[in-house]
Antibody
Framework: EVQLVESGGGLVKPGGSLRLSCAAS????????MNWVRQAPGKGLEWVSS????????YYADSVRGRFTISRDDAKNSLSLQMNSLRVEDTAVYYC????????????????WGRGTLVTVSS | DIQMTQSPSSVSASVGDRVTITCRAS??????LAWYQQKPGKAPKLLIY???SLQSGVPSRFSGSTSGTDFTLTISSLQPEDFATYYC?????????FGGGTKVEIE
C-alpha cells in the first residue's frame, strides 16, 4: 500500500527539541521530493520545509529556518524533521507529504499525505 | 513571498448547487496552482494541480480554471461528501504558500 506514516509528536516545553519521522512505503521513495506541512489547531495549512530527491536542494519557511532541519534516508525510506528551540507557535499537526511527479518532472504540489502527528509546545 | 488570497472564506450551499471558489496570487504564478480538499481531522486531499489538471480518482464535477493571477475551483453539482474546507497552493516559487481556506457548509 502506498502510504506515509508520521511519528514522533508529543508535548514539549518551549525551548525544547523534538524529532519527527515519516515512514514511506509502496513507492520508490528516493525518486520523490518530500515535504513537511503543518496546521495549527483550527487554522489553515502552512508549508514548513521541502527536500528534493537526492537531497540536492533544501528549503525552509522563514518561521522555522535556523531551528528546524529536514533530512531523508533513502535506504530506510524515511523523512525526518529535527525541531529545536521550539516555540508555542510551533504547536500544530505536522504532515509529511510527497510531491507530484509527472513524466519524470517534479511539481511542488502534494499528492500523498500522511495522517499527521501532533506537536504541542507548552509549559 | 507570493500571497494567495482566497475568497470567500465560507460559503453555504445545498446539494446540487454549483459552487465557485477563487484564489488570487499576489504576482504571476503561471499555472503553478493546486487545490486541496480537507475534512475535519483528516489530511488534505489533492483535487487539481497545474491549475486545471484533475488528480487521478477525483470526480469530474471538480474543475479548475485560470485567468491571469485569478484561479477558480468549481464544483459543478455539490454532493454531500463535498462539504469540507478547500485550500489553494502556489508552487511557482519557494516559499510555497497556501490560501486561507474556504469552508463549504450546508445551507
Amino acid at each position: 500500500e502506498v502510504q506515509l506514516v508520521e511519528s514522533g509528536g508529543g508535548l514539549v516545553k518551549p525551548g525544547g527539541s523534538l524529532r519527527l519521522s515519516c515512514a514511506a512505503s509502496g513507492f520508490t521513495f528516493s525518486s520523490f521530493g518530500m515535504n513537511w506541512v503543518r496546521q495549527a489547531p483550527g487554522k489553515g495549512l502552512e508549508w514548513v520545509s521541502s527536500i528534493t530527491s537526492g537531497s540536492s536542494y533544501i528549503y525552509y519557511a522563514d518561521s522555522v529556518r535556523g531551528r528546524f532541519t529536514i533530512s531523508r534516508d533513502d535506504a530506510k525510506n524515511s523523512l525526518s524533521l529535527q525541531m529545536n528551540s521550539l516555540r508555542v507557535e510551533d504547536t500544530a499537526v505536522y504532515y509529511c507529504a510527497r510531491v507530484v511527479v509527472v513524466a519524470g518532472q517534479t511539481y511542488w504540489f502534494f499528492d500523498l499525505w500522511g495522517r499527521g502527528t501532533l506537536v504541542t509546545v507548552s509549559s | 513571498d507570493i500571497q494567495m488570497t482566497q475568497s470567500p472564506s465560507s460559503v453555504s450551499a445545498s446539494v446540487g448547487d454549483r459552487v465557485t471558489i477563487t484564489c488570487r496570487a499576489s504576482q504571476g504564478i503561471s499555472s503553478w496552482l493546486a487545490w486541496y480538499q480537507q475534512k475535519p481531522g483528516k489530511a488534505p486531499k489533492l483535487l487539481i494541480y497545474a491549475a486545471s489538471s484533475l488528480q487521478s480518482g477525483v470526480p469530474s464535477r471538480f474543475s479548475g480554471s485560470t485567468s491571469g493571477t485569478d484561479f477558480t475551483l468549481t464544483i459543478s453539482s455539490l454532493q454531500p461528501e463535498d462539504f469540507a474546507t478547500y485550500y489553494c497552493q502556489q508552487a511557482n516559487s519557494f516559499p510555497l504558500t497556501f490560501g486561507g481556506g474556504t469552508k463549504v457548509e450546508i445551507e
